[in-house]
């Protein structure tokens, strides 16, 4: 039986179903209509309900960050991931054995010494691991940084026992999917001149998410934070706060003069991140609030130059900067639909970091 959201304790995520699908059929419909094939990244949401019905909406698979979420994923049924992740460590390397038995698999490396580790944990395995080489492309983070880099470690993955060339894939840093497109076209050319063209080129990013088509050599495309959207994404104009599916429920706790409000939302509820963007979130309702500060359980919102200014005992939502970090900070999400609580679910993924 639904409940109203006003018998909710705060601060809690709210995350409207309605928007939540429409954003999901908004990014199939058009990865459909243009040849992209999605993979999902579930770190956003790292709910399997969630996984699932963006599988069942034409999904080719899932994106993991972690060897953790995919085992998480793989519990429930989840059969097609991607783990777009360097995995060091004699245990993770068991791990990663035992989970490419249960479902298909595919992981990427940016050095000699991932790729030997793969090796021989899948020396004597009857199935070999589908390893993609990682390009930094220029994200400034893991990868390779050169096309030439590329094919000297798609040979020595072709080389090893117990291990596939399976392609490349990348993340593309915001707004530079034309530079990106560039290094992988270079990289594709010279791994097809030296005898290993790429099956797989994997790119994404939520952001430049309306501009997938135009990566004609990528096969998949993984955006994340698409199912949400989030105060970061609306600026970059991937969709409007109406379109934002997720907020933080938070009371009003104090008044401590005209100008200032504190939130039972801090820290231990909202992100850090900034983005570049003033405030650490955004109060719905109060377009000239600023939420200037954060403590572990206190937010601090600036009202100089609001005209409104919410009262002792308000409930009111916050629109986070971002909101993978959000979401691994609560047990639980409540999904509601037309003002009422539809199911309360686990975030099952929340804390898998390992």
Known sequence: MS?????????CIIVDLDKAEANLKRAQDYADANGVHLRPHIKTHKLPSFARRQVELGAIGITCQKLGEAEVMADAGIEDIFLPYNLIGVEKLHRLRRLAERVKLAVTADSAFVIDGYGRAFADSSLPLVVLVECDT???RAGVQTPEEAVTLARRID??????FGGIMTYPATGKAAEARIWLDTAVAALTAAGLPPRIVSTGGTPDLWHAHETAAATEYRPGTYIYLDRFQVEKGVGTIDDCALTVLTTVVSRPNDNRAIVDAGSKSLTSDLLGMSGYGQLLGY???????LSEEHGTIDLSASKEKPAIGERVHILPNHVCPVVNLFDRVHLVSKGRVV????????????
Not at 3 to 11: F, G, K, M, R, Y
Not at 159 to 164: D, E, R
Not at 287 to 293: D, K, M, N, Q, R
């Open 138 to 140: 220029g994200m400034g």
């Open 343 to 354: 199911r309360t679910e686990v975030v099952a993924a929340r804390g898998r970091v390992d």
């Open 287 to 293: 377009p000239e609030a600023v939420i200037a500060g």
């Open 159 to 164: 080389a090893t026992p117990g291990l596939t």
């Open 3 to 11: 409940q109203s959201i006003d018998a909710l304790e705060t601060p």
